[in-house]
T-cell receptor
Framework: AQSVTQLGSHLSVSEGALVLLRCNYSSSVPPYLFWYVQYPNQGLQLLLKYTTGATLVKGINGFEAEFKKSETSFHLTKPSAHMSDAAEYFCAVSSNFGNEKLTFGTGTRLTIIP | DSGVTQTPKHLITATGQRVTLRCSPRSGDLSVYWYQQSLDQGLQFLIHYYNGEERAKGNILERFSAQQFPDLHSELNLSSLELGDSALYFC????????????FGSGTRLTVV
C-alpha cells in the first residue's frame, strides 16, 4: 500500500519569498512521485514528476522538487513566490509497475501575501 | 486543453436520481481512472479501467458503477444520489507503457439538491 503525507493544509508566504511545500511518502516498492496544482474551480495540472534518474526534478512555473529516498520525501520548492502561485498543491505517488492508480495527499493551500 | 474530455462540466440533480458522467481519454491512452474530490474526503480514487477491463477499485460505493467502452471512453454511473455525493468528479488517463503520465480532465461538478 502507498500513502502520502503533506504537512500543513495551509501555507502563507510573502511575494518574493521562498516556497516550500512538504511531502513524505510511504511505498513498499520504488515509487513514481508527482506534484499537481489546482487553481480555483479548475482541474489538476501536472507541475512535475519523478520517475527514475536525476533526483532533482524541474517543473513548470519555476518549481522544482528533490526525491530523497533516505528521507522518503519529495518536497516542492520555488525560490521566489509570485501572486499567480496561489492555488492548492497536491503530492501524489504511484508504483513503478505502470498503469497503477495515483494516491494523493490531502493538499496544501498556498496563499501569497502581497 | 489537456486532451482528456469530461462532460458535462456541471450537473445539478435531485436526491434519488441517477446520472452518467462521461470521459474521453487522451489519444493513445488505454487507462482511465476516476476520482472524487470533496471537501471532507479530499481526492479519492474510485476505479481504474485499462483497455476495457476493470483493473482496480478504490473507495467506490455500490451505488456507483463504471465501464470503459471499445472506443476507450468511459462512463461513471451514479445512482440513488444522496446529498453527500455532491463533489467534483475527475477522470485521468495514462499511456499504456513507459513512464506514467496521468493527465486529468477538467472535471464534472455534481450538485445533489
Amino acid at each position: 500500500a502507498q500513502s502520502v503525507t503533506q504537512l500543513g493544509s495551509h501555507l502563507s508566504v510573502s511575494e518574493g519569498a521562498l516556497v516550500l511545500l512538504r511531502c513524505n511518502y510511504s511505498s513498499s516498492v520504488p515509487p513514481y512521485l508527482f506534484w499537481y496544482v489546482q487553481y480555483p474551480n479548475q482541474g489538476l495540472q501536472l507541475l512535475l514528476k519523478y520517475t527514475t534518474g536525476a533526483t532533482l526534478v524541474k517543473g513548470i512555473n519555476g518549481f522544482e522538487a528533490e526525491f530523497k529516498k533516505s528521507e522518503t520525501s519529495f518536497h516542492l520548492t520555488k525560490p521566489s513566490a509570485h501572486m499567480s502561485d496561489a492555488a492548492e498543491y497536491f503530492c501524489a505517488v504511484s508504483s513503478n509497475f505502470g498503469n497503477e492508480k495515483l494516491t494523493f495527499g490531502t493538499g496544501t493551500r498556498l496563499t501569497i501575501i502581497p | 486543453d489537456s486532451g482528456v474530455t469530461q462532460t458535462p462540466k456541471h450537473l445539478i440533480t435531485a436526491t434519488g436520481q441517477r446520472v452518467t458522467l462521461r470521459c474521453s481519454p487522451r489519444s493513445g491512452d488505454l487507462s482511465v481512472y476516476w476520482y472524487q474530490q470533496s471537501l471532507d474526503q479530499g481526492l479519492q480514487f474510485l476505479i481504474h479501467y485499462y483497455n476495457g477491463e476493470e483493473r482496480a477499485k478504490g473507495n467506490i460505493l455500490e451505488r456507483f458503477s463504471a465501464q470503459q467502452f471499445p472506443d476507450l471512453h468511459s462512463e461513471l454511473n451514479l445512482s440513488s444520489l444522496e446529498l453527500g455525493d455532491s463533489a467534483l468528479y475527475f477522470c485521468a488517463s495514462s499511456p499504456p507503457q513507459g513512464a506514467p503520465g496521468y493527465t486529468f480532465g477538467s472535471g464534472t461538478r455534481l450538485t445533489v439538491v
